[in-house]
């Protein structure tokens, strides 16, 4: 993977983190575990990004933990 942008965007009134990897291009995306799924570009098949559904309910910050190709983990700090 080049260096590329990582943007984080919570949606509070639909309760959805989305974490865009590089620039949007047309991705499609699979569940990878309930309210989890992970996008992929529908050319290359790279990997762009993730949405999580009722982020807030799963416990937000506290709880996040996706592998990416870096072994990216995200948490609360306290």
Do not use: C, W
Request: proline share 3%; no cysteine.
């Amino acid at each position: 993977m080049t260096n590329q942008k990582l943007q984080i965007y919570y949606d509070i009134e639909e309760d959805i983190l989305e974490i865009q990897i590089g620039e949007p291009t047309q991705t499609y995306y699979d569940e990878i575990e309930d309210d989890v799924f992970e996008g992929h570009d529908e050319q290359t098949d790279e990997l762009k990004g993730y949405k999580i559904f009722n982020f807030k309910k799963r416990g937000g910050m506290k709880n996040v933990s996706i592998s990416l190709p870096a072994n990216v983990s995200i948490s609360a700090s306290n």
